[in-house]
């Protein structure tokens, strides 16, 4: 079993920037497929970014340009460089590893979130 906690979040002005961190409690190296999620109540979860095994990212059209998605696995850790942040961005973000389609939600092992604030 794998537990993910983030860390990073916080309010910022628009404009502004802000790096998430998740760390997960055991080796990320062979976990397939990491990411980023991003929840606002009332509305369904939107991924943000993913990046796989050999670093190959993919991004929201709403973020590209903006948000980076990088992983340390020396570090058992996941990053969210955000910059540019607007306030549509304001949400609880979530990360999640090893993508499966036997596991809820796409993903077996989910954050328990960090909120970004943007004003």
């Known amino acids: 079993h794998v537990q993910l906690v983030e860390s990073g979040g916080g309010s910022v002005q628009d404009g502004g920037s802000l790096r998430l961190s998740c760390t997960a409690s055991s080796s990320t190296h062979n976990k397939r497929l990491l990411a980023w999620f991003r929840q606002v109540p009332g509305k369904e979860r939107e991924g943000v970014a993913a990046i796989d095994e050999v670093g190959a990212t993919t991004y929201a059209d709403s973020v590209k340009g903006r948000f980076t998605i990088s992983r340390d696995n020396t570090k058992n850790t996941l990053y969210l460089q955000m910059t540019s942040l607007k306030p549509e961005d304001t949400a609880m973000y979530y990360c999640?590893?090893?993508?499966?389609?036997?596991?809820?939600?796409?993903?077996?092992?989910w954050g328990q979130g960090t909120q970004v604030t943007v004003s």
């Open positions: 999640a590893a090893d993508r499966s389609t036997t596991c809820s939600g796409g993903y077996c092992y």
